[in-house]
């Protein structure tokens, strides 16, 4: 059983919870103590304080949350949702790049392309993985995938969970800036739909680049940012210290971005957030992307292109 980690606005929380734990063990055991109507009025007291606490984050809380250590990762996703699933590797010009994983499966009966970004469970897999900050192989990957999904008129899957692309010497030194545009510009080119799902961070160019779609979901407690409130403070302010302040004026959240019109739909969590219940989270997220697909569903190839581009042109006009 995993031992559940809590962020430190949760501590309230935690402490309930664990006087829970606490009670459950002592019924176990069976020694004739009558507790069970004191164990129900925890649990409803936990569970009260956890959707109390929930409903109230801070921006700079959901940032917190969407980088927990036990969110569902790419991984989860694509074993929750992606059947038949053909892993593609390498960008056919340099090199494979583990940070950016993608192939061919089926979603719910139809044949898709799914791209996406793993951040890693473990340290292991967050060394493999470069904590989900791609180099440019990562994004001439992602381009050689959605023209080969074009090409048999696939529908794409993103799912975008990164810090932002890697900003190494050699990252910069193989076009970084040039490999995410391309990518940017494939998004924009496809005929068939494109759907990307911010399942954690959506970190700058390094999530635009695979999430520049016909729809664009977030999780209800993920964050989407042109840079992270740490960078931003240090920017701004000349402060990392003032993540807070950053993350409460840059508008990083869910709830902000369907009202600037940047995102399409918010998915809910379960209460807690999605690491709580994975298994709901990645449920609600397919029902949303199946919805999404949908929509497109007797639309020609460019239909689909004309809506996608008026979108994105929409942004920033006033109605």
């Known amino acids: 059983m995993t ?30 103590v009558a507790i069970g109507e004191e164990l129900t009025r925890l649990e409803i007291k936990a569970q009260k304080a956890l959707a109390d606490l929930y409903v109230a ?3 700079w809380q959901k940032a917190q949350v969407a980088r927990h250590q036990q969110r569902p990762h790419f991984g989860d996703y694509l074993a929750g949702l992606i059947t038949d699933f053909t892993p593609l ?24 392309c799914v791209i996406g970004q793993e951040k890693g ?16 192989e990562g994004y001439r990957k992602a381009v050689r995938l959605m023209k080969m999904a074009d090409q048999f008129d696939l ?24 490999a995410i545009a391309r990518s940017t510009e494939t ?16 970190g700058s160019g390094g999530a635009v680049a695979i999430a520049t779609a016909n729809r664009v979901l977030m999780l209800e407690h993920s964050i989407y940012t042109v840079a992270s409130p740490e960078a931003s403070a240090s920017i701004l302010w000349r402060d990392a210290a003032r993540r807070q302040d950053a993350a409460q004026n840059m ?7 369907l009202g600037f019109g940047i995102i399409d739909a918010i998915i809910p969590e379960p209460a807690g957030g999605a690491h709580r219940d994975p298994e709901a ?20 190839r460019d239909e689909i292109r004309a809506a996608r581009a008026d979108k994105f042109l929409a942004m920033g006009r006033k109605l």
Do not use: W
């Open 3 to 32: 031992v559940r980690s809590y962020l430190d606005f949760e501590k309230p929380v935690a402490e309930l919870e664990a006087k829970v734990e606490e009670l459950r063990a002592i019924s176990s055991r069976g020694d004739g």
């Open 57 to 59: 984050l801070t921006p």
């Open 155 to 178: 529908p794409v899957i993103s799912l975008v969970d990164t810090a932002g692309a890697f900003p190494g010497i050699e990252a910069e030194e193989r076009g970084q800036a040039e």
């Open 187 to 202: 998004c924009l080119t496809l005929g068939p739909p494109n759907v990307a799902v911010i399942i954690g961070e959506g």
């Open 121 to 136: 469970a473990d340290t292991e897999a967050r060394i493999r993985h470069n904590f989900g900050m791609a180099r440019p």
């Open 281 to 300: 989270a990645i449920s609600s997220t397919g029902n949303a992307i199946s919805a999404a697909l949908d929509a497109f569903r007797g639309m020609s």
């Open 251 to 257: 508008k990083i959240t869910a709830q902000d971005l």
């Open 89 to 112: 590797a390498g960008d056919r010009v340099f090199a494979e790049d583990e940070a950016v994983i993608g192939g061919l499966g089926r979603f719910r009966g139809r044949s898709v």
